[in-house]
């Protein structure tokens, strides 16, 4: 059995005990590549050695035994490697291209579909969600799981203009990033306080230090220690929540979801842009967020038609402007797109320098 190695918590781990044997060799010597078909990437060495990536979804969370299966896939067709990605897709990288076709017809058989590459819609990244975090006000993968759902047939075809990413998060401040369509998590009301429990629950120290724009501050009620909030100060991200679980800020009716688009992190072809708000308000009504499905399948399906070849969302929008993306989509302009926000002047940082 291999020894155990120990954690390591700074940075990322060394890659090169597990990579696969052919890329660990070719490292940095790779001279050419191309994307055969959807699913599939080609890399050569300059060597001539060839390697073939087959990349595939999964559901996300996955039980132990849908790991040991991929274990057991990744032995017979791979050489028993494998590798996550970070829009947790799972990549075989075979050295044969006869290994190809019976490597998809396996993963297809188990239900895994071979796609996300290229001008496809890739694999929703979302935020840790429940099962990590203390401030969600949705279920961020349970969103993904849905909706790709429905996008399944973007995911194994490439038939959109470029690569399509989208992301979800399940509160708006901290974890979520740009993305060609984001789909976010928004409080739209400040926190009501229970202010017969926050002295039995709270530090209210702590609770006070968790606010971004220093919105809260320590007041007596009734006699007794609690917590007042500025509520013009407030933006709603519902990060006093965990430290303080009286400071209730989920509800049915102010915590809705929004969409975003446009936003790029990377420096390819363009540089990066932010993301803008284009529908808000929408149901977070789980398990299958129909109405969250309906407006993304709709941009989508807009862009599909009407980009140029190889314009991502922001490119085709910055060409046909916004007006006309809210025309072409259907999707109405209101108030609530305008930030008419004044508090980040004098509370968020908004420059490269740290202040207190
Ligand atoms: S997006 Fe917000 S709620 Fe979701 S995991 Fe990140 S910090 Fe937590
Ligand atoms: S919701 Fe956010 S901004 Fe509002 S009081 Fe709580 S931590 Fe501060």
Known sequence: MAELRAPDECGVPD?????????????????????????????????????????FGTARQLDGYTVRLLCDLADKHADGHMRFTARSNVEFMVTAESKVDPLIKELNSHGFPVGGTANSVSMISHTQGFLHCDIPGTDASGVVKALMDELHEEFIKCEMPNRVKLSTSCCEINCGGQADIAIIMQHTKPPKINHDLVANVCERPTVVARCPVAAIRPALV????????????????????????????????????????????????????????????????????????AVVKNILAVYKADAQPWERMGDWIDRIGWPRFFEKTGLPFTKYHIDDWRGSRTTLNASTHIRF
Request: glycine fraction near 8%; aromatic fraction near 8%.
């Open 15 to 55: 890659p090169m005990p597990f990579m696969h044997p052919t890329l660990r060799e070719n490292y940095g010597k790779w001279v050419f590549h191309s994307h055969p078909k959807p699913g599939v990437l080609y890399h050569r060495a300059e060597n001539g050695t060839e390697v073939w990536t087959v990349k």
């Open 222 to 293: 009734n006699g007794k220690p609690s917590l007042e909030v500025d509520e013009k100060k407030c933006i709603c991200c519902g990060a006093c929540f965990p430290p303080c679980p009286p400071m209730q800020i989920n509800d049915p009716e102010h915590s809705k979801i929004a969409i975003w688009v446009g936003g790029k992190n990377s420096n390819a072809r363009s540089k990066p842009t932010f993301h803008k708000l284009v529908a808000s308000g929408l149901p977070n009504n789980l398990p299958r967020w129909p109405e969250v499905a």
